[in-house]
């Protein structure tokens, strides 16, 4: 913890070898009541240790320069939470955002982003925009369905200002990731929230129905409530880097069914094995049976890394899918170079001399 003339305060942002960092406490030198934000550097003896410095990090600062508005990161306090992409510390909650329609709602769309949230280890948060476009009746169907999904969604509208409010106090005192897909009024929301900020907002691809990416790195921004929002780079679909073994529990309705029964087979991946307590009739089980042929897909291409004698080799096809194929032998079939022809040529050459 802090000494005499230290201060406690929070990575909002990481650029090059520059932290700007919020302190916790008010500084009496500065007519600004708000809290002061310093652009630090890192402790030569970080560095050596290797500790790095994220966004999100608490961290304590010492020998504050305030006229310049400077200091140096000496030290970083446990971390309670790390996600490494976005690479931020700390992090409370996940906030995924998505539209009821333009871009439509698409479930395994959705379905991904949620299993990619869970494998976090930290609270989900469902927030469904574009509510004002969508009729009560459908917008209960949707509730129904994702309930059985086993989350409850909360429904806005960044343009009618619908239960902005409430998602406020969902994200008052703590730090929230805001994720999901291009297009669905991510910064338009983020620029409600923290009406400062200004963010720039993309139109959505009338071709693809996808919004243009509009964010560039991960940043920590002040709610005026108190707590911290942070925007991610937007993608459309994230990576599920999880063992086959461990996805069946980022699904709710798969741990519910294991939490009250369990399994013949302690390895049991819940595809075709006996007694299975998995298995069954719930919406989301072919979502699960695909995500696990992807685990295990790339169970076995990180093994063939790390075993160069594997004779297998995986290859992309169309849409994306993957398989795998045998590798040729590399001594067999590699091409000789033509420096190689031409050394053999004087070779046979000075044979014949001979």
Not at 135 to 149: A, C, M, N, T
Not at 282 to 297: D, G, K, M, N, V
Request: glycine share 6%.
């Amino acid at each position: 913890m802090p000494t005499n003339g230290q201060l406690l305060g929070t990575v909002l942002a990481v650029q090059a070898n520059f932290y700007r960092v919020r302190l916790d406490v008010e500084v009496g030198v500065l007519d600004d009541p708000a809290p002061l934000i310093l652009l630090c550097t890192r402790r030569t003896r970080l560095k050596k240790i290797g500790q790095q410095v994220m966004v999100g990090d608490r961290v304590i600062i010492s020998q504050p320069d305030w006229s310049g508005g400077r200091g140096a990161v000496s030290d970083v306090l446990p971390r309670e939470s790390q996600l490494d992409r976005p690479a931020i510390a700390n992090v409370d909650q996940i906030l995924l955002a998505f539209a009821l329609t333009d871009p439509p709602l698409e479930p395994y769309q959705l379905s991904r982003f949620l299993v990619k949230a869970e494998s976090t280890d930290v609270d989900v948060l469902l927030c469904l925009n574009k509510s004002d476009l969508v009729s009560p009746q459908v917008q209960q169907e949707i509730s129904d369905r994702l309930e059985g999904w086993g989350y409850k969604p909360l429904f806005i509208s960044v343009k009618n200002g619908i239960n902005i409010d409430e998602l406020t106090n969902y994200l008052n005192h703590k730090i929230t990731v805001i994720a999901g897909p291009s297009g669905v009024g991510k910064s338009s929301l983020i620029n409600t929230l923290i009406p400062t900020l200004n963010l720039r907002v993309a139109e959505v691809s009338g071709k693809l129905a996808r919004g243009r990416h509009t964010t560039r790195h991960t940043e920590l921004f002040e709610l005026p409530g108190g707590g911290l929002l942070a925007d991610t780079p937007g993608f459309n679909q994230p990576d599920l880097d999880c063992s086959p073994e461990e996805l069946v529990y980022y699904f709710p309705e798969a741990r519910e069914r294991l939490a009250v029964s369990s399994c013949r087979f302690s390895d049991c991946l819940h595809r075709d094995e006996p007694d299975c307590v998995v298995q069954g009739e719930w919406e989301r089980y072919e979502h699960y049976l695909e995500f696990l042929e992807q685990a295990i897909a790339r169970q076995t291409q990180l093994q063939q890394q790390a075993d160069p004698e594997s004779t297998l080799k995986i290859k992309t096809k169309g849409k994306g899918k993957q398989q795998y194929e045998p590798k040729l032998e590399s001594k067999k079939y590699r091409r000789v170079s033509r420096k190689t022809q031409l050394q053999a040529l004087e070779q046979l050459y000075q044979d014949a001399e001979d």
